[in-house]
């Protein structure tokens, strides 16, 4: 799960570097020369593949006229701003029925959120109803699509490495 958090980490702090990138006007190349790295290494760094080390962020940030915070996202809810937009990016990848899936569990996962707020604030006033069993079971039918769709990628991947 920690290599997980770190790529979507690291997926946040690509799209960031390139989102300055791109309001500044700068073209990859011009950024890795100012930088002084090539520019496979900046590619890389903006494709989520690598990192910058931490005296390369500084002069990252200088070039992008920006700060290291704001390349970081130290706070946590830009962090998971940042997060959810690189999954959004991500997301364009996805096959159509994947996106679906995503789709919903995003709205369910909002609404139980919302729900919860509302109800937690008016607790004493309301009975919070019961979960629709056909939500319910929709998310579990999409979770099962989920993990068929994980085992048969995994399965792929093991194929390949023999």
């Not at 980490?9 to 002084?36: C, H, P, T, W």
């Not at 995503?102 to 607790?123: P, Q, V, W």
């Not at 929709?138 to 995994?154: C, G, P, T």
Request: proline share 2%.
């Amino acid at each position: 799960m920690k290599e997980k958090y770190s790529l979507v980490i690291r997926m946040a702090l690509a799209d960031i570097i390139k989102s300055y990138r791109i309001k500044r006007n700068f073209k990859q190349d011009d950024v890795a020369e100012m930088v002084g790295v090539t520019v496979q290494t900046y590619s890389k760094w903006e494709n989520g593949k690598t990192e910058p080390k931490a005296s390369q962020l500084v002069k990252l940030a200088n070039v992008l006229y920006c700060t290291t915070d704001a390349l970081l996202h130290e706070n946590e809810a830009s962090t998971l701003n940042g997060m959810l937009s690189s999954i959004c990016t991500r997301a364009k990848n996805l096959r159509a029925r994947e996106k679906a899936i995503l789709i919903d569990l995003m709205e369910a996962f909002c609404f139980r959120s919302e729900t919860e707020l509302y109800f937690g604030e008016h607790k004493n006033e309301y009975e919070i109803p019961e979960p629709d069993p056909d939500k319910i079971q929709m998310i579990e039918s999409h979770l099962e699509e989920i993990d068929e769709i994980k085992d048969s990628e995994l399965s792929l991947m093991a194929r390949k490495d023999i």
